[in-house]
């Protein structure tokens, strides 16, 4: 009889590179890739030192998921993919960017109707990073919406705006 094997973690995630100052990839325009980006980020500052319970983790990775989500629902052009780029900034700030192709529509904060079941992750967004916005995405049509956070010593980001 053989015995079980001790469980591994995932392979994907072991073999994935993670410098130390930069993670980027671009994930197709559907809610799967929104939730693979998430993961990704969370598991890319979980390497960086931040670990997945740490406040700063659990920000940006909400952070994440709901650019994304936009990404996938309001710029997604048939066939293109959004990109993620996380980065620690000379100031020690952690800047995340979601890029996509679709440029028209620029994300802005607007109250939603009391009823609404969407219409909230921009007023998330807000109230978390330390700072936001949108500009033209380097090389390329679309957009991209950024966010960053500070990360401060005790592992607590510098608390929204």
């Known amino acids: 009889m053989h015995s079980p094997s001790p469980q591994r973690p995932p392979r994907l995630l072991t073999l994935l590179p993670m410098p130390s100052d930069e ?9 799967r890739g929104a939730r ?23 920000t940006l990775t909400l952070i994440t998921a709901e650019l994304s989500a936009n990404a996938v629902q309001h710029g997604r052009v048939p066939g293109r993919d959004f990109h993620v780029r996380l980065a620690t900034e000379a100031s020690g700030d952690l800047r995340l960017e979601v890029s996509d192709t679709r440029g028209e529509d ?15 992750g921009l007023l998330l967004v807000t109230a978390l990073a330390d700072d936001w916005g949108v500009m033209d995405r380097r090389g390329g049509p679309g957009k991209t919406v950024w966010a960053t956070v500070s990360a401060a010593p005790d592992g607590r980001p510098g608390g929204g705006r």
């Open 23 to 31: 993670f980027a990839m671009g994930f197709t325009s559907t809610p």
């Open 106 to 120: 620029r994300p802005v904060v607007a109250a939603p109707a009391d009823h609404a079941e969407s219409g909230r």
């Open 36 to 58: 693979l980006a998430r993961l990704f980020v969370a598991h890319c500052l979980n390497t960086w030192g931040h670990p997945y319970d740490s406040q700063v983790n659990e």
